[in-house]
T-cell receptor, first 116, second 111 residues
Framework: NAGVTQTPKFRILKIGQSMTLQCTQDMNHNYMYWYRQDPGMGLKLIYYSVGAGITDKGEVPNGYNVSRSTTEDFPLRLELAAPSQTSVYFC???????????????FGSGTQLSVL | GEDVEQSLFLSVREGDSSVINCTYTDSSSTYLYWYKQEPGAGLQLLTYIFSNMDMKQDQRLTVLLNKKDKHLSLRIADTQTGDSAIYFCAERRTGFQKLVFGTGTRLLVSP
């Protein structure tokens, strides 16, 4: 199993450019999440999805958009990149949020994004 | 406050015990977790503890939970250089469909 796959691994953007961070999982998980990790800070939840067609805002959604047209894919879109969006982005998935024993988050390896 | 707090850095010698501490915020949190992040990789779940437990042991890992003080700790016995990583605690807050992560503790194990 590939697990959670994120692309690209690294990207440099100019201010105002747009891009999509791709995330796909092959575990048939219902729940998917996007987090950002800033130096010295915990992971902050950007958006999450509890199933295909359903998305909801997390703690820091401004400047981002998501879609969930299939169970497998959960892309994160930056429309007008700003320096404040320089961060490491992690996609994660889980089967459900009800049973913690089954519900551990599986993380992708991350996308390091710099906006200059 | 709103944040889950951890000290940023811990350095130990190989073979010593490591204790990583975490202060969480919601006394009604149901589950508390420890995740490990190795360089260039995503987080991986190490262990978790249910809120009605005081302690959980899993091989070299011991998790202690003090609900009164909202304090969680992770003890790693016989720490190895392969344990060098960033360790995140996380809490599942009641009514939230998400985990709230701490700031992470970077553990450096020297030979």
């Amino acid at each position: 199993n590939a697990g959670v796959t994120q692309t690209p691994k690294f990207r440099i953007l100019k201010i105002g450019q747009s891009m999509t961070l791709q995330c796909t999982q092959d575990m048939n998980h219902n729940y998917m999440y996007w987090y950002r990790q800033d130096p010295g800070m915990g992971l902050k939840l950007i958006y999450y999805s509890v199933g295909a067609g359903i998305t909801d805002k997390g703690e820091v959604p401004n400047g981002y958009n998501v879609s969930r047209s299939t169970t497998e894919d959960f892309p994160l879109r930056l429309e007008l990149a700003a320096p404040s969006q320089t961060s490491v982005y992690f996609c994660a998935s889980s089967y459900s949020e009800e049973e913690a024993t089954n519900e551990k988050l599986f993380f992708g390896s991350g996308t390091q994004l710099s906006v200059l | 406050g709103e944040d889950v707090e951890q000290s940023l850095f811990l350095s130990v010698r190989e073979g010593d015990s490591s204790v990583i501490n975490c202060t969480y915020t919601d006394s009604s949190s149901t589950y508390l977790y420890w995740y490990k992040q190795e360089p260039g990789a995503g987080l991986q779940l190490l262990t978790y503890i249910f809120s009605n437990m005081d302690m959980k042991q899993d091989q070299r890992l011991t998790v202690l939970l003090n609900k009164k003080d909202k304090h969680l700790s992770l003890r790693i016995a016989d720490t190895q250089t392969g344990d060098s990583a960033i360790y995140f605690c996380a809490e599942r807050r009641t009514g939230f469909q998400k985990l709230v992560f701490g700031t992470g503790t970077r553990l450096l194990v020297s030979p």
